[in-house]
């Protein structure tokens, strides 16, 4: 089945900086790349999400990024604020429209944004 | 819409004991997924339906759990002779059956702990 491993797993910047979380995954034919945001005490929420027909996604201050031919995916948050600290969690699917496929998950990054 | 719906909220149950977990998923999604959460080894598929079919179940542990879904308003997640490794917290998520089908609603999850 599907491996995907996340890294950092712990991840401090300062407020007004970017942080960056990597991911990559194993197999080709995953197609779906989502990015999960967990707060403390709260289930996770669909944060982004990129398909691959695409290499570049912007929502806001959240960019991903996606390079199939080395199958790594990335999350970037620009301009990060205190309300950005969160468990962040990349995934991967062989999704297929009107098909449910389950995700991946990678093991989590933990991201505080300091004052 | 109240989101996915999970009870209890808490559980804990002394070793050799059986748990039961209840998901309620949101109005009209086709599609039930169980993960488990756990610091070590993030989330962590279990099993799937789809239309209260089961999908896939290869994340269960085959001995002690068991997961139904007898009607499209909730799905059980049954374990058995607990054990102190079972201890986590188990997420229920839902989605929709076609377009947007990827997108996984998590429930508050039931954080169940063996002593």
């Known amino acids: 089945g599907e491996q995907v491993e996340q890294l950092p797993s712990i991840l401090r910047v300062q407020e007004g900086s970017s942080a960056s979380i990597n991911c990559s995954y194993e197999d080709s034919a995953s197609n779906y790349f989502p990015w999960y945001k967990q707060e403390p005490g709260e289930n996770p929420k669909l944060i982004i999400d990129i398909r691959s027909n695409m290499e570049r996604k912007q929502i806001q201050e959240l960019i991903v990024l996606l390079d199939k031919k080395a199958k790594r995916f990335s999350l970037h948050i620009t301009d990060t604020q205190p309300g950005d600290s969160a468990m962040y969690f990349c995934a991967a699917s062989r999704a297929s429209g009107g098909s449910n496929y389950k995700l991946t998950f990678g093991k989590g990054t933990l991201l505080t944004v300091t004052p | 819409n109240a989101g996915v719906i999970q009870t209890p909220r808490h559980k804990v149950t002394g070793k050799g004991q059986e748990a039961t977990l209840w998901c309620e998923p949101i109005?009209?999604?086709?599609?039930v997924f169980w993960y488990r959460q756990t610091i070590v080894q993030g989330l962590e598929f279990l099993t799937y339906f789809r239309n209260q079919a089961p999908i896939d179940d290869s994340g269960m542990p085959k001995e002690r759990f068991s997961a139904q879904m007898p009607n499209q308003s909730h799905s059980t997640l049954k374990i058995q002779s607990t054990q102190p490794q079972d201890s986590a917290v188990y997420l229920c998520?839902?989605?929709?059956?076609?377009?947007?089908?990827?997108?996984?609603?998590f429930g508050s999850g039931t954080r169940l702990t063996v002593l």
């Open positions: 109005s009209g999604h086709s599609a």
């Open positions: 998520a839902s989605s929709l059956v076609g377009a947007s089908a990827e997108t996984l609603y």
